[in-house]
């Protein structure tokens, strides 16, 4: 945060933002944000082995799309490490549905969570019954600690795919509502 402009620059969306339009400043110890990075820094290497071994373009431009998420994912976290506060504007906010409620069961280590509520398509617990194509709920814990978030288009995080398909008809991965 930049004391003198009263500005911040969020965390997740990358741009400088007003200091009336902050919504959450979170705090967060460095040896779980080391942790985070490392995880995503072994994401980023089987990705770009697994891009350099593929000959399919369609395979290729997925894994650049991914490969440009974890880069994203990285910076955030060198920013992270670097106040050891998280600033989230309210679109972020919002878009990442933070709620908090008073308990509820956690999709990821099915324990009963006091607190903080995320919601959001997990990308790395298949294994586990866990569909990144279903929308989950997940403590803050398994979100710093055992989560990837599944890169995928969804009708609550942002617009649908229009590479193949006609625009005014927007396709979605996931198999959340759509409203319309």
Known sequence: MNETQKTFTCNYCQ???????????????PEKT??????????????????????NPKVQQQLITQINSAL???????????????????????????????????????????GKMLE????????????????????QNCRDEKIIMANIYCPRTGTGRDDDWDISKPQYDCECPINT
């Open 15 to 29: 741009n400088l933002q007003e200091w009336s339009y902050l919504a959450a400043i979170n705090e967060y110890p």
């Open 34 to 55: 080391l942790l985070q990075k490392e995880v995503w820094e072994k994401e980023l290497v089987r990705l770009k082995t697994q891009q350099i071994s593929t000959d």
């Open 72 to 114: 994203q994912q990285l910076h955030y976290l060198n920013l992270l490490l670097k106040t050891n506060k998280e600033y989230t504007c309210k679109a972020c906010h919002n878009k990442f549905k933070v709620q908090d409620i008073k308990k509820f069961t956690c999709d990821v280590c099915q324990r009963e969570v006091e």
């Open 120 to 139: 959001g398509h997990v990308g790395n617990y298949q294994i586990q019954g866990i569909s990144p194509r279903k929308w989950s709920k997940f403590c």
